[in-house]
């Protein structure tokens, strides 16, 4: 099984479009409000490219190992479709005297080594809208605002053997791209995804229009078992993901490159790439997610494992750093953030950038556990309760659950407990481990808030003075 990838980035920290001076922010947006003649394609207008976007770009290309080209040229990639008003896309291209912005480069996974092909700089065509599924809408509405947004292209090498590793590959390159704060990747359709598949050779499929990590794990499977079922057949198809329906549709037979005919955008003269931007650009490349991994595990001791997973989120690593600084845990704060916390996360299906749990309240209460105060349970409950409401973690709501720690009336609980459960009693007196069930027993009756080291001392004299 071969699967390549190309994955369109929208760089989404720009203030303009790619070739003209519209908004590129398009989100929640009146549709069609945020053009002008040059994103409309209008007869006389030009592009001008946008600088800061070209230094994004580059920066992308850097971390990702990829050798920058000394000029780049755009050309057009001609097309007839409804989200495209010039009838052509401004892009680049490798072949017949193409040069794009960077050619190369690889992402590592645990296990292997994912080439990259090249990375362009394009611009994205306006946005098309179904009601429901593309194969029942009525009609397709077309919202021009994104018209000529900047894109960052990265096409890998079919390198890529599995579903599962497609997800895992795509990623390690959102953390790549959050690290380098060029794209907010957890805004919808920032970051975008075709994917080439082909099971047995012969016969390979496009599937265009996946629109999150789930969705390309999803697609690609269904593809491989359409595949496997078909047999051996011949040629290229193009396929459009429809999450809906959770199936592929054929789209068309696939275009051949030659039917875009690609020749170069003569608006733009070709734009040589200095030495002196590229080093700019090198020099102000922030920490990497493989960097920083190496930092956790070296500063704070952490595991790889976690380590791998907090800084396989931007966000998620931040807030564990934040967390750190207020109340120095980290083994603990770790932990919980890689299972409990990323646990509620994925359950709900939310990323962590909107996580609502702050860093300060999160120290407070894995303070508070340390420090005797609430029990590991209630901790955790504490923490998931914050992270749903966002609501702050203040002494009183901590001191409310305090561990009770009166003796007088914990010894007054075991007493019940004892009188209810004689068969458990009779248990422990015969073996010491059944124990921890009348202090199990003990911590419901009081709602988790018994001390267990207490609640352990109380119960073993009481079996004593029984036993003797
Ligand atoms: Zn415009």
Redesign the pocket.
């Given at each position: 099984m071969k699967i390549g990838l190309e994955v369109h980035c929208h760089l989404t920290k720009l203030k303009t479009?790619l070739?003209?001076?519209?908004s590129a922010d398009y989100y929640n947006k009146e549709p069609n409000t945020?053009?002008?003649?040059?994103?409309?394609g209008l007869p006389g207008s030009l592009p001008v490219l946008n600088e800061e976007a070209v230094k994004q770009a580059l920066a992308i290309a850097i971390a990702l190992g990829s050798k920058i080209s000394e000029k780049m040229i755009f050309y057009r990639k001609n097309y007839f479709y409804p989200d495209l008003p010039k009838n052509f896309q401004i892009s680049q291209y490798d072949k017949a005297g193409g040069q794009p912005l960077a050619l190369g480069g690889q992402i590592t996974l645990k296990d292997s080594v994912v080439r990259i092909r090249r990375i362009q700089l394009e611009e994205d065509p306006a946005k098309i809208v179904y009601e429901g599924s593309i194969s029942t809408s009525p009609y397709a509405l077309i919202d021009y605002n994104r018209?000529?947004v900047a894109l960052v292209e990265i096409v890998t090498e079919p390198d890529l053997k599995t579903p599962r590793q497609a997800r895992l590959f795509l990623q390690k390159l959102r953390a790549i791209l959050e690290h380098l704060g060029v794209c907010d990747c957890s805004l919808e359709g920032a970051l975008r995804c075709d994917a080439n598949i082909s099971v047995r050779g012969g016969y390979r499929v496009e599937v265009k229009n996946i629109g999150s990590f789930k969705d390309v794990e999803k697609a690609l499977s269904f593809e491989v078992t359409r595949q496997r079922m078909l047999g051996a057949k011949k040629g290229m198809e193009t396929r459009h993901w429809d999450d809906v329906r959770g199936v592929t549709v054929s789209l068309r037979v696939k275009e051949e490159e030659m039917d875009y005919r690609y020749f170069p955008e003569a608006d733009l003269p070709p734009f040589i790439i200095t030495r002196e931007l590229i080093e700019a650009v090198a020099s102000s490349l922030p920490e990497l997610p493989d960097a920083r991994r190496e930092r956790l595990i070296r500063q704070y001791k952490l595991p790889f494992q976690s380590a791998e997973i907090l800084t396989s989120h931007k966000a998620l690593a931040d807030f564990f750093e934040a967390a750190v600084k207020e109340y120095p845990s980290p083994l603990k704060m770790a932990d919980w953030l890689v299972s409990d916390i990323l646990g509620y996360l994925n359950r709900n299906d939310l990323d962590p950038s909107v996580l609502k749990l702050k860093p300060k309240d999160f120290a407070a209460i894995v303070k508070a556990v340390e420090e005797g105060l609430i029990n590991e349970q209630t901790g955790k409950r504490l923490v998931l309760k914050a992270a749903a409401t966002g609501e702050g973690v203040g002494d009183k709501l901590i001191s409310g659950v305090s561990k009770i720690k009166d003796e007088s009336m914990l010894a007054k609980l075991v007493d019940k407990v004892f009188e209810e459960n004689v068969k458990a009693v009779q248990d422990a007196l015969a073996n010491e481990k059944a124990v921890n069930y009348l202090i199990g027993l003990v911590m419901r009756v009081s709602g988790g808030k018994a001390d267990p080291h207490l609640t352990r001392r109380i119960i073993t004299s009481k079996l004593k003075s029984m036993g003797s």
């Open positions: 479009k070739f003209c001076r519209c945020n053009i002008c003649p040059v994103c409309m018209s000529g």
